[in-house]
T-cell receptor, first 114, second 109 residues
Framework: AAGVIQSPRHLIKEKRETATLKCYPIPRHDTVYWYQQGPGQDPQFLISFYEKMQSDKGSIPDRFSAQQFSDYHSELNMSSLELGDSALYFC?????????????FGPGTRLTVL | DAKTTQPNSMESNEEEPVHLPCNHSTISGTDYIHWYRQLPSQGPEYVIHGLTSNVNNRMASLAIAEDRKSSTLILHRATLRDAAVYYCILRARDDKIIFGKGTRLHILP
């Protein structure tokens, strides 16, 4: 079965650079979520989109922005990178938002900021 | 957001049942109880969810207390592959997942 695809899987950037992470949801899934997991930490919700509109916002820094495109893939844009942005970034997708719907997580993008 | 309390870690022997407890005394009537797990170096993975009644699926069972202030995830026959961090999560009307600390489950061969 098709799963959530994230690219790239690994990314190394310098401080103050920008990064773009991509997420391709499971086919027919219209809702995408982004989570950040720092070293030794639990995943933290950043932002979500439903039908290409932002549906919820968590602890996402102002330096980050995201959008969902017409084909439902999503991109997380990160600017002025800081050392503390080094983390695993997970994307998840679901079919319709809602508390009863399972979220399917991708394998994550490991971002290292030097 | 309503909070959950789980043991930091648990151990179990391979091929034995495992009962992972979760307390959620401030749960509201519309909160669903979800369990996700995260295997090493992987993204979180859905395990099971329920509202009031006990639930079974191919991965696990979820036993929910009558007052809904606690629940237990049951793995009927643990394997080494079940070693992971297990998260008990309350989800309200909105759809995001708020991860707590979780229980790190160790499986002993």
């Amino acid at each position: 079965a098709a799963g959530v695809i994230q690219s790239p899987r690994h990314l190394i950037k310098e401080k103050r650079e920008t990064a773009t992470l991509k997420c391709y949801p499971i086919p027919r899934h219209d809702t995408v979520y982004w989570y950040q997991q720092g070293p030794g930490q639990d995943p933290q919700f950043l932002i979500s989109f439903y039908e290409k509109m932002q549906s919820d916002k968590g602890s996402i820094p102002d330096r980050f922005s995201a959008q969902q495109f017409s084909d439902y893939h999503s991109e997380l844009n990160m600017s002025s990178l800081e050392l503390g942005d080094s983390a695993l970034y997970f994307c998840a997708s679901s079919l319709d938002p809602g508390s009863y719907n399972e979220q399917f997580f991708g394998p994550g993008t490991r971002l290292t900021v030097l | 957001d309503a909070k959950t309390t789980q043991p930091n870690s648990m151990e179990s022997n391979e091929e034995e049942p495992v009962h992972l407890p979760c307390n959620h005394s401030t749960i509201s009537g519309t909160d669903y109880i979800h369990w996700y797990r995260q295997l090493p170096s992987q993204g979180p993975e859905y395990v099971i969810h329920g509202l009031t009644s006990n639930v079974n699926n191919r991965m696990a069972s979820l036993a929910i207390a009558e007052d809904r202030k606690s629940s237990t995830l049951i793995l009927h026959r643990a394997t080494l592959r079940d070693a992971a961090v297990y998260y008990c999560i309350l989800r309200a009307r909105d759809d995001k997942i708020i991860f707590g600390k979780g229980t790190r489950l160790h499986i002993l061969p």
